[in-house]
């Protein structure tokens, strides 16, 4: 039996393995204006807003447009070649949906890049309810965005529900919204800051996720 009513789940290093696309399109858009390119690390370390508003963050005002048009493009156009969804991911979304789960996808990216992989990833009618990073006022670790979809899923926090992410902002806002958090290890690298947030259960695969979700699983 499934052990939660909705789950909901961050998508960039849960869902999908974007973050090569996230960095080739953030070097893309911001290194002309900057004039330096940023590691790994500093991209990681900038996540929280919408890709947009992090773009307004690091550019000056005169160049912002064009370089969130650059970002834009270049995700889309680079899609196919540098993101995938992790293996069974998919499946599982289904699965959850089967067993009567409600399923939400609560992202800090910005709608417009979200939709384009959702469609890409041939997930798009594979949730209930999609919150964006542009949709809401506050960024993870705060929680307005899980309660958000589970106010447009007629839920509270007081049903039995979970967010599921890669980061410590994850498991954070899952546990200020008052619902419980599991970590998943396949997406950010940050295992350390990620365990340190003490998630209510860490999952290393995907079968090991289904069955802290309580859904059957070959």
């Known amino acids: 039996?499934?052990?939660?009513?909705?789950?909901?789940?961050?998508?960039?290093?849960?869902?999908?393995?974007?973050?090569?696309?996230i960095y080739a399109a953030f070097d893309a858009a911001i290194t002309p204006s900057l004039g330096r390119r940023l590691s790994n690390r500093?991209?990681?370390?900038?996540?929280?807003?919408?890709?947009?508003d992090i773009i307004r963050l690091l550019v000056p005002n005169e160049h912002q447009e064009m370089a969130i048009?650059?970002?834009?493009?270049?995700?889309a156009r680079e899609h196919h070649r540098l993101a995938s969804a992790f293996v069974d991911m998919n499946t599982l979304l289904r699965q959850c949906r089967a067993h009567g789960i409600k399923?939400?996808?609560?992202?800090?990216?910005?709608?417009?890049?979200?939709?384009?992989?959702?469609?890409?990833?041939?997930?798009?009618?594979?949730?209930?309810?999609?919150?964006?990073?542009?949709?809401?006022?506050?960024?993870?670790p705060h929680p307005e965005g899980i309660l958000t979809a589970l106010d447009a899923l007629g839920k509270t926090n007081r049903a039995p529900a979970v967010y599921i992410g890669d980061s410590a902002a994850?498991?954070?806002?899952?546990?200020?919204?008052?619902?419980?958090?599991?970590a998943v290890t396949w997406g950010s690298p940050d295992?350390?800051?990620?365990?340190?947030?003490?998630?209510?259960?860490?999952?290393?695969?995907?079968?090991?996720?289904?069955?802290a979700l309580g859904v059957d699983w070959n």
């Open 191 to 211: 295992h350390e800051e990620l365990r340190a947030a003490q998630p209510d259960v860490t999952c290393d695969t995907v079968a090991e996720l289904a069955d």
């Open 42 to 52: 500093e991209v990681r370390a900038l996540f929280g807003p919408p890709d947009h």
């Open 103 to 140: 399923v939400g996808v609560v992202t800090g990216k910005s709608r417009i890049t979200a939709e384009i992989s959702l469609q890409e990833m041939g997930i798009s009618d594979a949730y209930d309810v999609l919150v964006a990073g542009d949709d809401v006022e506050q960024s993870k």
């Open 69 to 75: 048009a650059t970002y834009v493009d270049f995700y």
């Open 1 to 21: 039996m499934p052990k939660f009513e909705t789950a909901l789940f961050d998508f960039d290093g849960t869902i999908a393995d974007t973050l090569p696309l």
């Open 170 to 182: 994850d498991v954070l806002a899952g546990r200020a919204a008052g619902i419980k958090a599991i």
